[in-house]
């Protein structure tokens, strides 16, 4: 039985109990045993919860151990002759025959035991699951009569279902922390494991970066190095050329919207910008490679320049654009934060516009900016489409724009995606960059987020 | 040169003129309004106010809330012009001069015009920056020493200056709401205006606060032509030489200030002064 | 001069003088220029908002039409069923290519070398043998007929007929010579049309551009979507709601707090790391497909519903909570009797808006792998799929000239979805918003 289907039978069962539980409810009134406690669709719900959550509960937990379970039953009862020697990544390979070989996409005769396994694990998935959805069921139905018998005119259900509802939400917020530790968790333990095979000082102070490990012994100038320093002045170089863009660009923008604009062309422009926000940075990417990059590559060649193809100008200059609207609406309501009675003091003394936004707004509202263009550094460091499509894979350490550069996110993805093994110390170094790239950004966003939050309190 | 032309600006007190009295030549108007108008949006909030204001006295605006007197006062150093959707029309002169010229510059007539809000609302920098701002802005003076010369002055004027000389570096938002005001009036004084306009400066303050802005007031009356808007009629009474009582975007009188508060000729300001209604 | 500057003097005073005149002057002329900077600024980020637009319109609504040639067709009975037994499997696997590319040598008899004839087949795409093949599998009589069929051309003669070819150039290009010639001919001949690319969204992805289409990614994004938003809603708004209405205010809900406004600023790389070692190597889901990928879309979205929900719960004013608690409510009721509906115009704006942003994100799908190459459309949540970005990332990475504009359209059609779901959201906001 497939777990969607058990599943449906599970909300059934529930809905169900939740109409069973209502007109028992309303039945005991109509009998006269009393007023109810709590209205009768309580009564329902109440029973559904007992009919649907444990099992539903029961049921996910299958779903993600239930396969693992099963594989490791059929591994332990093949003879000892073919596993007792294997390692761990033969074991898994065997694994991976014997499910091919189930699933009927197996190539070549198999041998007999891969063979008999994979029969016994298409009987062990088909019986476990039968096994499964039938205990759960009746589970669901046992809970679902309990709960039925349980029903009394003075029973809370009121209150058992509200807090169920209250500890169900309470998980709900916990799930953000456990997004946080799954990613600090995950990252932590995979570069953990690249950390047991480079050393840590080397991949963050070393200089050379290539990581393509030797297939072969004798193969050149695939040693695999580690040394991430290139790849972070890549990052550092792009973001800055990027910050060289958005920050006058975009403050200026926000100054001028916020100070000058009329209230129409505010209107109007104001969502007309944040448009630039809202493309996707994979079209961002397109747009590099399609028009900036040899747009950039004219102008230099116009000036003697050579210029690389996917030159560190021209992906710079995209994410500038990409972040512009980013600063301008950040600074934009942080300049409004500033009180109108500051403006008015500065006017009252004959200060120009110009002059109060530059020696009054804007100083008072640096705090507020500084987080603004720190955030935006920190999504400039995270970008990931814009620099994977226009920036370079090579690792330089340079000043010259015009060459190409990598970034800490091009190296996670083009380590990550294509046919790699799972556990090459190149995959896991993308982790080890990950770990990094996650710990400056959040430093970035706590001290960002910090400047603001207490910007806002002077002012509010 | 220039040191001594500022230092005459501050301390020269124009003593021919004063005091004026209530029957005094044209001569002695600093500022006229003739039947000005404001409308915000289709609302018309003045109905064509008519007033003198005369050199280096203290003219006080009584009212009832929303009565127009704010509204007014800002007309008078255009601070209206920053509000969307408001319009002014009729005529505001300043020494015979229309305000509102399209000729005549806004950041000129708001350096002769000063004014004072009613929450103090000092920048967020230091003492000193407060003060010498306006100075810097319009470039009064040719070098620190001047400026050290002209904040002193200011904040001695405004009676700030024994309290703040030791800290003059520490940010203006750190005193207490009265020293704030009293700095506030101090950077209104800097830049040598020649009206101050003051926008119920009392209300936000403590009664000792208070008690200290209007010596101050009785002070700056001697060098300066003040308006003042106020709620409360014991400070108009005591800080003021003649009285303009607003009521629902009218004036109904202007006179003496002993005059309105004994003997008013309009009913409504009888009512108000009286307590009616307010 | 001294005298001049008594401010007793009607008119005059210290910002009268010519010197102050002077200064005003300059003033005036940096408030010009701080203006005018501002303004640049301004012009400058619309200037290239209109050209990105530009660049990708221009490129894109050329494969929005899609060159076909009008051929007769005989539909020979050797070929397709040999043995005369109209056996489905036999019409499957038949050659169907070959009895297009017959029907074009027929136009050409003069093309005899095999040099040559290669050339002039290399005109027709494989989509021409597809073509006929569904024409003789939805209608076996066909066969042993002759039909007149428009059937589609390699991606560089569809290339050349929208002019995309700078022909003076002298540059090599994707066509030789001769095919531009026997394209002239046909072009004389009336043969060739282009009609509207419906292929664009009904077919799945293809090496061959004139083959290449979206229904595979739309059909992904939907599934993305869907995911996205059956998990992320109903989590986002039970956690919102714990936070501003029940939780005690300590160290763990102020780490909470801290903790989901940082979350959404984590570079969404980060979270395709985090589906990747969690989702993918611990819990062992299939890479590539749209459940994986909308799981990592749904932990990204999470803190946006959040945020947003908050914020509309904020929004309501406690009067309504307590006359709702003060007629005996209990807390849960009056939550969600009457705090949520008023706050859902606002939380339902934060959904869409943190959808949208879902449906271009590209970086956490390639993570997970769902940049698979299938061409055909998914059938399952589990199944190996792309989606609209991850297929624009690919599509720019292909080589051959034809997928430039594909790729501008499929973005054209990304966009497109954005604007919609923008548009909706602003409806909403506008639609239902209430001041207190």
């Known amino acids: 039985m497939s777990f969607s289907l058990t599943l449906g039978v599970l909300l059934l069962l529930s809905a169900a109990g939740y109409w069973v539980g209502r007109s028992r409810a309303a039945n005991l009134v109509a009998r006269g045993s009393g007023r109810l406690h709590s209205l009768p669709s309580y009564h329902g719900f109440y029973v559904a919860l007992w009919a649907g959550i444990p099992a539903f509960v029961l049921l996910l937990a299958w779903g993600v151990a239930g396969d693992r379970i099963v594989e490791a039953l059929v591994l332990a009862g093949l003879p000892d002759a073919q596993t007792a020697t294997l390692t761990n990544s033969e074991r898994a390979l065997l694994l991976a025959q014997i499910r091919n070989e189930a699933a009927g996409i197996g190539f070549g005769t198999p041998e007999p035991f891969v063979a008999a396994a994979a029969e016994r694990l298409v009987e062990l998935r088909s019986f476990s699951a039968w096994i499964v959805s039938a205990a759960l069921i009746a589970g669901a139905l046992a809970a679902l009569a309990w709960a039925l018998r349980r029903l009394a005119p003075d029973l809370r259900t009121r209150n058992g279902v509200e807090r169920t509802l209250r500890l169900a939400m309470a998980l709900c917020s916990a799930l953000a922390i456990l997004t946080t530790l799954g990613i600090v968790l995950s990252l932590i333990f995979e570069a953990l494991r690249f950390f047991a095979r480079y050393s840590p000082l080397d991949f963050l102070f070393g200089l050379q970066w290539s990581p393509q490990t030797a297939i072969r012994e004798d193969q050149v100038g695939s040693s695999g190095a580690f040394g991430a320093l290139p790849v972070v002045w890549g990052t550092l170089f792009i973001s800055l050329i990027a910050m060289l863009v958005a920050v006058p660009v975009g403050l200026m923008s926000a100054v001028y919207l916020a100070e000058y604009a009329t209230p129409r062309v505010r209107s109007w422009v104001k969502p007309v910008l944040e448009i630039l926000a809202g493309i996707p940075t994979v079209v961002y990417g397109f747009f590099a490679i399609l028009t900036i990059a040899p747009l950039v590559r004219e102008a230099g060649v116009t000036l003697g320049l050579s210029v690389a193809a996917n030159s560190a100008l021209a992906a710079g200059l995209v994410m500038g654009l990409m972040l512009i609207p980013f600063v301008s609406s950040l600074s934009d309501d942080v300049i409004n934060a500033v009180p109108q009675s500051l403006r008015d003091g500065a006017a009252g003394l004959g200060a120009t516009r110009s002059e109060t936004v530059r020696q009054v707004v804007l100083p008072a509202a640096l705090p507020g900016i500084v987080g603004a263009v720190l955030l935006a550094l920190s999504r400039a460091i995270g970008e990931t489409m814009i620099v994977v499509m226009a920036a370079g894979l090579a690792a330089n350490l340079t000043v010259n724009p015009f060459e190409a550069v990598t970034t800490v996110t091009v190296q996670i993805v083009s380590n990550l995606t294509g046919d790699t093994e799972f556990d090459s110390a190149k995959t896991l170094s993308a982790f080890a960059l990950g770990l990094l790239l996650f710990c400056v950004t959040l430093c970035l966003n706590v001290i960002a987020l910090g400047i603001v939050k207490r910007y806002r309190e002077i002012y509010d | 040169m220039f040191k001594e032309e500022y230092a005459l600006m501050q301390t020269a007190s124009p003593a021919p003129n004063t005091p004026a009295t209530a029957t005094a030549p044209m001569a002695d108007v600093k500022m006229s309004a003739r039947q000005v108008r404001v409308h915000y949006g289709d609302n018309e909030a003045l109905h064509g106010i008519d007033v003198d204001i005369r050199r280096n006295e203290v003219l006080a605006l009584i009212g009832p809330s929303g009565c127009g007197k704010s509204t007014f006062l800002r007309c008078l150093n255009r601070m209206n012009d920053s509000i969307e959707g408001c319009r002014v029309s009729g005529s505001v002169t300043l020494d015979g001069v229309d305000v509102y010229d399209p000729a005549l510059d806004v950041v000129q007539i708001r350096a002769r015009v000063g004014m004072v809000f009613q929450k103090p609302n000092p920048f967020p920098k230091s003492i000193y920056d407060n003060v010498c701002y306006g100075p810097r802005i319009h470039g009064l003076t040719r070098n620190r020493t001047e400026l050290d010369e002209v904040v002193e002055t200011s904040l001695r004027r405004a009676g700030l200056w024994e309290e703040v000389k030791d800290r003059l570096a520490a940010p203006g938002t750190g005193l207490s709401g009265g020293q704030q005001q009293r700095l506030c009036i101090a950077r209104a004084i800097a830049v040598s205006p020649e009206v101050i306009l003051m926008d119920e400066p009392c209300s936000a303050l403590d009664p000792i606060a208070t008690a200290h802005i209007e010596e101050l007031i009785d002070e700056l009356r001697r060098n300066y032509t003040i308006v003042i808007v106020t709620h409360n009629m014991q400070q108009a009474a005591r800080v003021s030489r003649r009285t303009a009582f607003f009521h629902l975007g009218n004036l109904v009188e202007t006179g003496d200030t002993e005059t309105i508060f004994t003997n008013p000729g309009d009913q409504r300001t009888q009512d108000y002064i009286t307590g009616r209604f307010g | ?436």
């Not at chain 3, 203006?35 to 200037?47: N, P, Q, R, S, T």
């Not at chain 3, 290399?122 to 428009?150: C, F, H, K, W, Y």
């Not at chain 3, 290339?159 to 995309?164: A, E, P, S, W």
Request: no cysteine.
């Open chain 3, 1 to 436: 001069m001294t005298d001049s500057l008594q401010i007793t003097g009607a008119g005059t005073s210290l910002h009268t003088t010519p010197a102050a005149q002077r200064r005003l002057r300059r003033r005036y002329a940096a408030e010009r220029r701080f203006k005018a900077l501002g303004l640049f600024a301004v012009l400058f980020g619309l200037a290239m908002l209109a050209f990105l637009l530009t660049t990708i319109v221009s490129q894109g609504y050329r494969a929005f039409i899609q060159t076909h040639v009008s051929l007769e067709v005989y539909l020979d009975p050797e070929v397709i069923d040999p043995r005369g037994t109209a056996d489905p499997r036999d019409l499957a696997r038949a050659d169907y290519q070959s009895l297009a590319e017959n029907a074009l040598y027929g136009l050409f008899p003069a093309v005899e070398a095999s040099a040559e004839r290669r050339a002039l087949r290399g005109m027709l795409s494989q989509g021409a043998g597809l073509e006929l093949r569904r024409r003789i599998q939805n209608d076996p009589e066909l066969v042993g007929t002759t039909l007149e069929l428009q059937l589609l051309v390699s991606g560089s003669v569809d290339q050349l007929n929208k002019g995309v070819f700078d022909l003076e150039s002298g540059r090599r290009l994707p066509v030789s010579d001769e095919q531009i010639g026997w394209f002239r001919e046909l072009e004389a001949q009336d043969r060739i049309s282009a009609p509207f690319n419906w292929g664009l969204f009904t077919r799945a992805d293809s090496r061959e551009p004139e083959l290449a289409g979206l229904a595979g990614a739309l059909q992904g994004s939907l599934y993305l979507m869907i995911v996205t938003f059956v998990l992320s809603f109903p989590l986002g708004i039970g956690a919102a709601i714990y936070l501003e209405e029940f939780a005690p205010k300590n160290r763990l809900t102020d780490l909470i707090e801290v903790n989901i406004n940082n979350l959404a600023a984590v570079p969404s790389i980060v979270f395709g790391l985090l589906g990747l070692a969690v989702f993918i190597q611990v819990f062992g889901l299939p890479r590539s497909a749209p459940l994986v990928g909308g799981m990592v879309l749904a932990l990204m979205t999470l803190p946006t519903i959040i945020i947003a929900t908050r914020a509309s719960l904020k929004a309501v004013p406690p009067s309504i909570r307590e006359a709702a608690l003060g007629i005996g409510a209990s807390r849960i009721q009056t939550i969600f009797h009457h705090v949520l509906p008023l706050a859902m115009p606002g939380i339902l704006t934060g959904a869409i808006i943190g959808l949208a942003q879902a449906l271009g994100e590209t970086a956490p799908l390639l993570m997970v792998g769902m940049n698979a190459f299938v061409t055909s459309v998914g059938d399952s949540m589990t199944s190996p799929a792309t989606a609209l970005p991850t297929q624009v990332y690919m599509w720019a990475d292909s080589p051959q000239r034809g997928f430039v504009e594909r790729t501008s359209a499929a973005i054209m059609v990304l966009l497109g979805f954005l604007i919609v779901m923008n548009a909706l959201a602003v409806f909403l906001r506008r639609r239902f918003e209430r001041r207190w």
